[in-house]
């Protein structure tokens, strides 16, 4: 199973990003907690390069918490200022006002050097789509102030939000698309719900899903469905299907209904907090 996703619109969007990066100071890259380096784009790094930079692990509230501890480490290791958050609450906003002036110190200090105070730090937030780009744009100036949705590129034109003295934001969210050049990547980012579902074989992914979890987080299956997890993926899908009651005429477990349930569930966080790949120790 390998999935690919190259829209036409990707091109544009990065020249767009391209141009929005020139008039800001500081990145600040998006990327999904529950997989934070499949959910990165790797020309990120040349596009912000002479940028201060941060990265927001969003949606942790669905993330193993643990998980979450580990890569937030390992980012600041590789000397880029992260923090977990959840856009959707707005929880822990204040402490992400704090990550973004440490990320500009050297631009704060400079800028008092110079005589100049209280010059914002001009900032832009990036991501794949339906990171929560525009979620988090919302939750971070307190208003609603960027149109939200599914569909990438809701919000157009070059408009400032002012959102205090020290923090001024581009509203438009810069749009780049994951490189799925290894199929695990394609695997996680699919599960997550980032790849076209036209594209995506349900049945074959809720197996792997499935595996993963049975192996990395044991009890949630049983917990969630009611259904003991010693069996094979196959044969938990047909003990899901059964459980909710998705039956074919001929009392055959629907495989393809209990498989979108299930991706369902898991995307929505109701199997429990889980995040499919492990921060490199
Ligand atoms: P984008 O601009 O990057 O494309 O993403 P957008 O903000 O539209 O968010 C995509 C989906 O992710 C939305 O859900 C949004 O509510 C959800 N989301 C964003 N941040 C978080 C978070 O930190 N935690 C959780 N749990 N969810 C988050 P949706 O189902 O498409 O819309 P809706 O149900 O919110 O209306």
New binding site residues.
Partial sequence: MAYQWYPGHMTKAKRMMQEDVKLVDLVIE?TD?RAPQSGRNPDIDELGKNKFRVILL?????ADEQQNACWEAYFRAKGLFAAA?????GAGMKRIQNVIMEACQEKIERDRKRGILNRPVRAMVA?????????????FAGKAC?K????????RGKQWIRLNKSVELLDT?G?LWPKIDDPRVGQRLAALGSIRDEIIQTEELSLWVLGFIKKNYPGFLSARYSIAEDADETFLLGEIARVRGCIRTGNEPDYEKAAALLLDDFR??RIGRITLESAPR
Avoid: E, Q, W, Y
Wanted: net charge positive.
């Fill in positions: 998006l907690a969003n949606k942790a509230d669905m958050v959840n856009s959707r609450t991501g794949i789509p339906n990171v929560g780009k525009s979620t988090f744009i919302n939750s960027a939200t949705g599914n569909k990438p590129g809701v919000t969210p749009i929505s966080g």
